[in-house]
């Protein structure tokens, strides 16, 4: 069905103005001033300072900042026994705001009716608008922010406090290295990590794939009755594509949606596109149906990634330069489908939940095995150069030994001790010595065909013809 996202009107910042403001300050008013930048000077002394100072065991009383309480409670954590937080205090402590944030908001009535607002782009109205009572009457509210890389600490700031998110969320979002989770936790933690990758249009190869995070948090409220989302979004990057590619069109002769023009859009604006043509009634019992175009277009981003490979590799009749790392992530996120979400979301028991999983089961399962072919046709063939790479190595070796022996066999004849070139009878002739060689080197080629004759009535369960044997006796490449 399709929904039309109405955009609501957020409420008014006011701006209060100073009537005297072109009149010339007085002497009190500039002593105030100037004490009032000795203050701010101060303070980003004292700023710089934590920021320089390496986080130290210190009393509760000397972390406490009354105006930053999210970092507080992280700090509190960490004394109380957290420490695997301890890298995201250190990133805390870097005051930012977030540069190019974008934050779209949508709202799920309990009729099943959309209400987008108007999208936010810093941290001061995000705060301001989550603190505003505008949730009357609303299911479900997703907030999809979008930025560059990492979320600034402001962002954390303000979405971790006002939402009150659990702190290793955003320990993932800054990418550290710290452990967070044990499996069971993981698998029970309201969010998810989710790897996406999209074919990186700006390099010259057609097979590089830039990656990102898409991070989502589902937090049920408190009364039962319905949730909200974060939706992290660590790129800018845009595409052309249509949230109705995914969807199955409208049969032939019946009503068709508007016409929308194609133009470049991120994920955050597809997935926001999306729910113009979901069941809206559906997302507010079933976090997961909320989440599955979402996943279906990670499938077919992925898809899109390993096909480049694949027909980059039969162009070139080989094994193309490309990025790795992509069925792993791929298998994480089949893994997260398979178990339905996470285990702390709700609606398990939802048949448009079961029905979600089934059909994102199979479209993951089928990728995986897509990739895992596509690795194993890329070793194999690699195995096959490899090995003609040693059988032309060999040729060149017999080659330069042929082009030596020449030389070898005549400054050995002159340097032997035969009666033709000593003038004693006493040694040997020089025909003695040819007669020896002749009949070495036919018992080696006898020898060798032998051994060839064996191992390929063994191995191959037949006979070797002459020019085969022979062919393997004196070293030529790819006689069996």
């Not at 409420?11 to 203050?39: A, K, L, M, W, Y």
């Not at 109380?80 to 995201?88: E, F, I, K, R, Y």
């Not at 559906?282 to 898809?303: E, K, M």
Request: glycine fraction near 6%; aromatic fraction near 10%.
């Amino acid at each position: 069905m399709a929904n039309n996202l109405d955009t609501a009107t957020s409420p008014p910042i006011v701006h209060h103005s100073n009537p005297n403001s072109h009149q010339h300050p007085e002497r009190t008013h500039t002593f105030g001033v100037v004490e009032q930048r000795i203050d701010s000077g101060f303070k980003s002394i004292k700023s710089f300072a934590r920021r320089k100072t390496k986080s130290s065991p210190t009393s509760l009383q000397e972390w406490a900042l009354p105006s930053r309480p999210y970092l507080e409670y992280v700090r509190q954590l960490i004394a109380a026994g957290w420490s695997n937080l301890q890298d995201l205090d250190d990133y805390l402590l870097n005051e930012t705001a977030q540069a190019e944030l974008v934050v779209s908001v949508l709202d799920i009535t309990q009729d099943g009716a959309p209400k987008r607002w108007p999208d936010i782009h810093n941290e001061l109205d995000l705060k301001r608008f989550m603190e505003s009572p505008n949730r009357g009457g609303v299911s479900v509210r997703l907030y999809m922010a979008e930025y560059q890389s990492c979320p600034a600490s402001g962002l954390i700031e303000t979405l971790g406090g006002g939402l009150k998110l659990d702190p290793r969320f955003f320990q993932w979002s800054i990418h550290s290295k710290g452990h967070v989770f044990t499996p069971s936790m993981r698998h029970r933690a309201p969010y998810v990590s989710l790897g996406f990758g999209v074919l990186d249009a700006s390099t010259s190869r057609t097979t590089d794939a830039e990656k990102f995070k898409v991070l989502v948090y589902i937090q049920p409220d408190e009364d039962g009755n319905g949730w909200t989302g974060v939706f992290l979004f660590s790129t800018h990057t845009k595409i052309n594509l249509s949230p109705r590619l995914l969807s199955d069109p409208p049969p032939f002769r019946s009503e068709l949606p508007p016409i929308s023009p194609l133009r470049p859009k991120s994920i955050r604006e597809i997935y926001l596109e999306s729910f113009e043509s979901v069941d809206l009634a559906q997302v507010t019992t079933s976090p997961l149906y909320g989440v599955s175009f979402l996943l279906r277009l990670d499938c077919f981003l992925w898809n899109q990634i390993i096909t480049a490979i694949r027909e980059e590799d039969h162009r070139i009749h080989g094994i193309s330069d490309t990025t790795i790392g992509h069925a792993e992530e791929i298998k994480k996120t089949l893994d997260f489908v398979k178990r339905g979400g996470s285990y702390g979301w709700a609606g398990k028991d939802e048949p448009i939940t079961r029905e979600c999983k089934a059909a994102l089961e199979e479209d993951f399962q089928h990728l995986v095995e897509q990739t895992n072919l596509l690795w194993e046709t890329r070793e194999k063939m690699s195995a096959v150069r490899q090995r003609d790479r040693e059988a032309r190595w060999n040729s060149l070796t017999n080659a330069f030994t042929y082009l030596f022996a020449p030389i070898t066999i005549i400054t050995g004849v002159y340097g032997m001790n035969v009666s033709e070139i000593s003038g004693s009878d006493s040694n040997p002739r020089i025909w003695q010595f040819f007669v020896a060689v002749l009949v070495f080197n036919i018992l080696m080629l006898l020898g060798l065909s032998i051994g060839n004759l064996i191992r390929v009535q063994i191995k191959h369960g037949r006979t070797a013809g002459l020019k085969e044997t022979f062919a393997f006796a004196v070293g030529t490449p790819n006689a069996t």
